[in-house]
């Protein structure tokens, strides 16, 4: 099921980040298609992996984001879509 402008469908709630071996912190959005793409497959919760043939993601649920102070490096806002 795709959304209505083509992209794959987004299970992660609003706010969800993801932050790699490096450190880097980026939202879906930001994170690349592979990320987008198997965050549109499943569902993650806080500490899952979601390994890509670029990364390895460990995945921040929107309280653990909000309670931490997270922001995404690219668009510096806390996990928007
Ligand atoms: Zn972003």
Redesign the pocket.
């Known amino acids: 099921m795709a959304t209505p402008d083509g992209r794959p469908p987004d299970l992660q709630p609003a706010g969800t980040l993801y932050i790699n071996q490096g450190g880097r912190v ?2 879906t ?2 994170g690349g298609g592979y990320l987008q793409a198997a965050a549109g497959q499943q569902r993650y919760v806080d500490g899952d992996h979601i390994t890509t043939p670029l990364d390895d993601w460990e995945v921040f649920s929107p309280e653990v984001v909000a309670e931490d102070g997270l922001e ?6 806390g ?2 879509r």
């Open positions: 980026t939202c959005t930001h995404c490096e690219t668009c510096a806002r996990g928007h």
